[in-house]
């Protein structure tokens, strides 16, 4: 079964800061994802990576960015956090043979005061 | 509007009793998938690119891509079925899912 780690589990931030949430997957998978799951919406997309040194726009990526270093490890980044980017957020990993399936870490919490 | 459509919002549900979930995509699409999730937790695959009919346990699910529709049918639901179940379609090859806002279950004895 996939494995993808998420850290940290719960986040605290203050408004204006800078938060990094990173996501390791040890599949060897091409694609990474970053979504946020909010009541009323739904998942999400806010970016995806087919590699390293990869980074793609979601459907919402205004005021984050993301970074692909490695094929293990794709961070989301809020450069100036704001309360509406207070959300739980996850982050999966795709095998890009075939019809891709998609594999979950266990979220992050995010709140922004 | 949404382009995954799912139907109940909420189902509860007498341990025991069957139901029966709806999905309905707006766009055409290449694949779709079932999610389960408990509150707070993550994702997990139940269905994966399913077309025609097919069971896991006491879970089945009818998928028709041409006619943009799945069902999710839970026989016998037993109180941990309880959670949340999310489908989502792939609408362009490896550029992420687009979910539903899912169903709610709750089974009670």
């Known amino acids: 079964e996939a494995a993808v780690t998420q850290s940290p589990r719960n986040k605290v931030a203050v408004t204006g800061g800078k938060v990094t949430l990173s996501c390791n997957q040890t599949?060897?998978?091409?694609?990474m994802y970053w979504y946020r799951q909010d009541t009323g919406h739904g998942l999400r997309l806010i970016h995806y990576?087919?590699?390293?040194?990869?980074?793609e726009k979601g459907d919402i990526p205004d005021g984050y960015k993301a970074s692909r270093p490695s094929q293990e490890n794709f961070s989301l980044i809020l450069e100036l956090a704001t309360p509406s980017q207070t959300s739980v957020y996850f982050c999966?990993?795709?095998?890009?043979?075939?019809?891709?399936?998609?594999?979950f870490g266990h979220g992050t919490k995010l709140s922004v005061l | 509007g949404q382009q995954v459509q799912q139907s109940p919002t909420s189902l509860v549900l007498q341990e025991g009793e069957n139901a029966e979930l709806q999905c309905n995509f707006s766009t055409s699409l290449n694949s779709m998938q079932w999610f389960y999730q408990r509150p707070g937790g993550s994702l997990i695959s139940v269905f994966y690119n399913p077309s025609g009919t097919k069971q896991s346990g006491r879970l089945t699910s009818t998928t028709v891509i041409k006619e943009r529709r799945s069902s999710l049918h839970i026989s016998s639901s037993q109180i941990t079925d309880s959670g949340t179940y999310l489908c989502a379609m792939e609408h362009n090859y490896a550029q992420g899912l687009t979910f539903g806002l899912g169903t709610r279950v709750s089974v009670f004895p």
């Open positions: 599949n060897n998978h091409n694609n």
């Open positions: 999966a990993s795709g095998d890009a043979t075939g019809v891709e399936r998609l594999f």
């Open positions: 990576s087919y590699g390293a040194g990869s980074t």
